[in-house]
């Protein structure tokens, strides 16, 4: 048996025969693992690279996709007043002089022109058309036919929808009629208080009114020239014997000369009538305006003012409405003055809070009148001009209530969400 001197000897040279079997096995060169550690390196180049590629590829089309959808999207069409330069402004009041007329073109080649002392304002827009109020006066209309067309004008209470056509509108304030003339297409005319939509096409006119003793006119066709009757024969006059020459004597010298009396200057109300509102408040001066202002009826009281205020003479036009409160105070007259008040606090002194106490009082006081859809409207506006957020908002929640499709409904849309 082996001693343990011999194991151990025997141990260390096996150990020693492992150790360089270990060393002596195959083992790749060094050039092998060199080559080896650039291509992984390699490898992950060419993956950062086709990443980056990508995520390129994936921002530049979703950044050309947006810039596309700008560029295609629907733009509202936009308006220039006369020869301004720059755009015009939804809700702004455009007025044509009193001997002239204004201009209104929209980007989709469309035109309106306000003739001479008409007023109006573009309340909206859209890709489609625009909506137009006419505040008074004649204004004339050429929209170009194109598909999904969405052009309305409004006068009063009334709503003229126009998908291509050319006709003259007029809205009276005074009389509250409106009065539409065809030249060429068709228009669909509707308020509330008439009995259905009507329809007008070329050629055709009609007056529309929704006052208590007034109906609305049916359309007019032109009507044919008309064929005179023939003249009668004149009767065989009897032949008489000639008559003697007569000599009248000489005038005497001392008989008076009858003299034709002067010309009577037209009257403030047939100047009014005629347009001329210049001419009528400068006669009603001569008359006396503050002495008409306490005499004359609710109508005519009512009048005057108004012919005041379209002649361009706001003082003069707030001392005639204020009459008009002061005289016959709860009537609806009273209400029409607290009406046209708001229009004045608004458009011309640009005082909202003002403008907004009126327009209040109009819709307190005549609550089914045909202006109660414009006041609220214009109540609304100002309150948004006062900076009132939450009074504007809930005029909005009413107007959008009562009147989804009334001339200030998208403005209200865009009140009525904080």
């Not at 040279?13 to 083992?27: F, P, S, T, W």
């Not at 550690?37 to 086709?50: G, I, L, Q, S, W």
């Not at 409106?178 to 007056?207: D, I, P, W």
Request: glycine share 8%.
């Amino acid at each position: 048996m082996a001693s343990n001197r011999e194991l151990s000897t025997l141990g260390r040279i096996l150990a020693e025969v492992q150790d360089d079997a270990l060393q002596n096995r195959a083992r790749p060169p060094v050039s092998a693992t060199i080559a080896a550690v650039y291509r992984a390196r390699a490898r992950r180049e060419r993956t950062r690279r086709n990443l980056s590629r990508l995520c390129y590829g994936v921002g530049a089309a979703a950044i050309a996709a947006a810039v596309m959808l700008f560029v295609l999207r629907p733009r509202a069409l936009e308006f220039r007043v006369g020869e301004a330069a720059g755009l015009g402004q939804l809700g702004v009041l455009i007025a044509a002089p009193n001997t002239g007329v204004r201009n209104l073109s929209f980007s989709d080649g469309s035109r309106f022109l306000l003739r001479a002392g008409a007023q109006a304002r573009v309340v909206s827009s859209n890709e489609h058309g625009a909506r137009v109020v006419i505040e008074r006066g004649v204004v004339r209309a050429d929209v170009v036919p194109r598909p999904k067309n969405d052009w309305s004008l409004f006068g009063g209470p009334f709503e003229i929808h126009v998908t291509g056509t050319s006709f003259e509108s007029s809205w009276d304030p005074q009389r509250q009629q409106l009065f539409v003339n065809m030249q060429e297409g068709h228009v669909l005319v509707s308020a509330e208080c008439l009995a259905g939509t009507r329809a007008l096409s070329t050629g055709q006119s009609a007056t529309f009114s929704c006052g208590p003793d007034s109906t609305p006119a049916s359309p007019q066709q032109p009507a044919p020239a008309a064929t005179p009757p023939p003249e009668p024969m004149p009767a065989p006059v009897p032949a008489s014997p000639p008559a003697s020459p007569r000599v009248d004597p000489p005038p005497s010298l001392s008989a008076p000369l009858s003299v034709a009396p002067p010309p009577r200057a037209p009257s403030w109300r047939e100047l009014s009538a005629l347009g001329d509102y210049a001419g009528a408040i400068a006669a009603a001066e001569h008359e006396g305006f503050e002495r008409l202002c306490e005499t004359l009826s609710t109508a005519e009281l009512l009048e005057l003012a108004s012919t005041a205020r379209l002649a361009g003479h706001a003082e003069r036009a707030s001392f005639g409405y204020a009459a008009v409160r002061r005289r016959f105070a709860g009537s609806e007259s009273a209400a029409s003055a607290a009406f046209h008040l708001g229009q004045l606090a608004f458009d011309v002194a640009h005082d909202y809070r003002t403008a907004r106490r009126f327009f209040a009082a109009y819709l307190a006081e005549c609550r089914n009148c045909a202006l109660a859809p414009e006041a609220l409207g214009r109540r609304m506006e100002a309150e948004q001009g006062q900076g009132d957020v939450e009074l504007a908002r809930a005029s909005a929640r009413l107007y959008l209530e009562r009147y989804p499709n009334g001339a200030h409904a998208r403005l209200a849309q865009s009140l009525k969400q904080p």
